[in-house]
């Protein structure tokens, strides 16, 4: 028997590792979300076909597995860019709806269309060489370190972008206000196509790391990880680059201790009355600023 | 002459007689489509699941169409539904003895349900736009995750051997019932209320409309109107379990909604009764029976390949079905529009050119994005 203070170190271990890939995921619910005001519903199946992406690479083309990394997240990316242009881009003018209902469609078409190329759970091979510390009893793999910190590497990166480089301005500037930054000469579409790209690019890269973090993958895997993502942005304040990591980081952390102190059944329970009263008390999400809507 | 025609045809649909007759007639066909069996039992399951969706669209619309607000919730209700008249059918009312009885654990059901959405409504109080989204959505994972850990009800596995009580004409007294209900709800002082809190919810307010109560009424409305689908599902499929009440099962309802345009009766019954259709006429053994008349020379090789494999392929036509009419019909079929029979006569004249006019400069379905300033 290990002793409480060594166990719940691990399990602050697992939920970081779960709640990066969470991370990964909510950043492009976000950022979608902060420019077009459109839940974009197909993201947690562009995550799953980057499992697959992921996947094939690693057992038809057998790359090592920065190629791999590099492959699946630009597979990914071109993806996102694709359904953006063809589904999402005729509806910019349409009723908000419209859009949703379009990216659950095309959400449904892409878990199908894996669905027939591969019935059954797949099994990633392990990509990496699994070497375990033990640190005063907690277990380190070194699986966990790279989710973890490479997760973390592609935040920072991000933060950069949207901070920093004229992408991220011209990105801010369109989520501000969509009717005067064309007349500023942005071009509006390019950014827009840029921000699914990155938000694409991000799930592949999610994708992956779950392959390697839990590497049994199958066509519906994107449904239920895919809305918690999509949760963990709303806690955080849909919208918000720095609040959907921290609504992550939560939701990951609430999960595993949820798991580590009562049956696992319970799990789901648990964390949505959690997400339906923190909605309640704080509409807006951790860091989303209340709106304030004029008759 | 088309003016002429068509004003024939506008007197034959404003006359009194029509809608009694329709339903006197649909109610004696039905009736004698189960009794004597005219159809066979599989195009009669076909008919009933139309039935039972047409229910679940219509009510969704209600709230996703009519009050403008985005409802995941819809699976969970039929859920509790399903469970309370099941567990009521089976343990406390001698349902065996007196099939009548049969309704009233339906309209149980219904009642049971309708609290629960009194449950969802009030956090619409204060949540709006995306984020009651959310919470429809974590209402729908809490009921299927708590009926999965009750084990008195079975937990996961469910419950199996409920009554086979629904049949097709009941399932039409039942959908004709609860249309008429929404219906007159959409059309009455409440209805209004409905409509002006899509359009503009603090205005509303300020001009008198009683918001929290119509919000309450039209939730409960919905979700009774579910719970009764849900019990009828459940009689129907003498089984039940948490797994097909989930997030994939909202996903259908929304579709038949959105299909069929949000703000309208007809649409729903449209948009139901097309994707039930639809998704059972593309079935591999229909397809061959349907395509069975061909020589041999062309129906063998689209048996051997097209219609084997179309178990796989429908899966994918419908969702892209749905994104390219989406793309033509941004408001779905009927969005907005309405058969004219469901509009009360003393609407009829007004209608066209009030309700289009006002929602084509203010979007409808842009009024719940909060907007910002």
Redesign the interface.
């Known amino acids: 028997m290990t002793q409480p203070g060594v166990y719940w170190l691990q399990q602050i271990l697992n939920a970081l590792q779960l709640g990066s890939i969470y991370a990964l995921i909510a950043l492009g619910y976000s950022m979608v979300?902060g420019i077009l005001?459109m839940?974009n519903f197909a993201h947690g199946d562009v995550f799953m076909v980057g499992a697959f992406i992921c996947f094939l690479a690693a057992t038809l083309l057998k790359l090592p597995f920065v190629l791999t990394l590099l492959i699946t997240m630009t597979a990914s990316a071109g993806l996102g860019v694709l359904i953006e242009r063809l589904?999402y881009k005729?509806?910019r003018n349409?009723?908000?709806?419209?859009a949703?209902?379009?990216a659950?469609?095309?959400?449904?078409?892409l878990e199908?269309?894996t669905?027939?190329f591969y019935p059954y759970p797949q099994h990633v091979p392990p990509l990496l060489h699994n070497v375990t510390w033990q640190l005063g009893g907690v277990a380190l793999s070194s699986l966990q370190l790279i989710v973890i910190s490479l997760s973390l590497t592609l935040m920072l990166v991000l933060d950069y972008v949207v901070r920093r480089t004229p992408v991220g301005v011209a990105m801010r500037a369109i989520s501000w206000d969509k009717t005067s930054v064309p007349l500023m000469g942005v071009p509006v579409n390019l950014i827009i196509s840029i921000t699914f790209a990155i938000g694409a690019g991000l799930a592949g890269a999610a994708g992956t790391m779950y392959s390697l973090a839990y590497p049994v993958i199958d066509p519906y895997m994107g449904?239920m990880v895919g809305?918690k993502a999509?949760?963990a942005a709303?806690v955080g304040g849909?919208g918000t680059i720095r609040g959907a990591v921290i609504g992550a980081f939560i939701l990951g952390g609430v999960e595993i201790m949820v798991v580590a102190l009562l049956p696992s059944?319970?799990r789901?329970?648990v964390v949505?009355?959690l997400?339906?009263t923190l909605?309640?008390i704080r509409?807006?999400g951790i860091l989303g600023s209340p709106?304030?809507?004029?008759? | 002459m088309r003016v002429a025609l068509k004003k024939h045809w506008q007197r034959a649909l404003d006359a009194r007689w029509l809608v009694p007759c329709l339903l006197v007639g649909g109610l004696v066909l039905t009736f004698a489509i189960a009794h004597f069996g005219l159809l066979n039992n599989y195009v009669q399951l076909v008919l009933i699941y139309v039935g039972i969706n047409i229910i679940l669209a219509t009510s969704l619309n209600l709230v996703?169409g009519y009050m403008g607000e985005?409802s995941l919730a819809h699976a969970g209700f039929m859920a509790v539904g399903a469970y309370s008249s099941a567990l009521l059918s089976m343990k406390v009312l001698p349902v065996a003895a007196h099939p009548a009885l049969f309704h009233l654990a339906v309209l149980a059901g219904g009642l049971v349900t309708a609290l629960l959405g009194l449950l969802v409504a009030l956090?619409s109080f204060?949540?709006?736009g995306?984020?009651l989204?959310?919470?429809t959505?974590?209402?729908l994972?809490?009921v299927?995750?708590?009926l999965?850990?009750i084990d008195a009800i079975g937990g996961?596995r469910g419950i199996s051997g409920i009554p086979r009580l629904t049949t097709l004409p009941w399932v039409f007294c039942w959908t004709v019932a609860l249309l008429w209900l929404i219906r007159n709800f959409v059309y009455s002082c409440y209805g209004r209320g409905v409509l002006a809190i899509r359009e503009?919810e603090?205005?509303s307010d300020?001009m008198s409309v009683d918001t929290r109560r119509v919000k309450v009424l039209a939730f409960m409305l919905s979700a009774f109107c579910a719970g009764i689908a849900g019990a009828l599902f459940a009689h129907l499929l003498q089984f039940i379990s948490p797994r097909v009440f989930d997030?994939?099962k909202t996903?259908e309802i929304?579709?038949m909604v959105?299909l069929g345009g949000?703000a309208s009766i007809g649409g729903s019954i449209l948009g139901a009764a097309l994707y039930t259709l639809l998704l059972e006429l593309l079935r591999p053994s229909t397809v061959a029976g349907l395509l069975s008349w061909l020589p041999a020379v062309v129906f063998d090789p689209l048996n051997d390949y097209f219609i084997r494999h179309l178990g796989?392929?429908r899966?994918?036509i419908?969702?892209?079905a749905?994104?390219l009419v989406?793309?033509f019909w941004?408001?779905?079929i009927l969005g907005l529009r309405e058969f004219r029979g469901f509009i009360p006569r003393r609407d009829r004249r007004a209608h066209g050119a009030a309700r289009l006019k006002g929602t084509d400069t203010h979007?409808?379905?842009?009024s719940?994005?909060?907007?910002?300033?």
């Not at chain 1, 709106?291 to 008759?295: F, P, W």
């Not at chain 2, 719940?368 to 300033?373: D, F, I, L, N, W």
């Open positions: 979300y005001t839940i589904a005729p509806l349409a009723p908000r709806v419209s949703i209902i379009t659950l469609g095309v959400g449904l078409f199908n269309l669905l027939a449904i809305w999509f949760i709303v849909i059944t319970y789901d329970l949505f009355s997400l339906l909605i309640v509409p807006h709106r304030v809507q004029k008759v | 996703n985005f956090p204060k949540v709006r995306d984020y989204a959310i919470v959505l974590a209402f994972m809490i299927k995750s708590a999965e850990n996961p503009d603090i205005a300020l997030v994939v996903t929304l579709i959105y949000i796989v392929l899966m994918i419908m969702p892209l749905l994104v989406m793309l941004p408001r779905g979007d409808a379905a842009d719940h994005s909060t907007r910002e300033t």
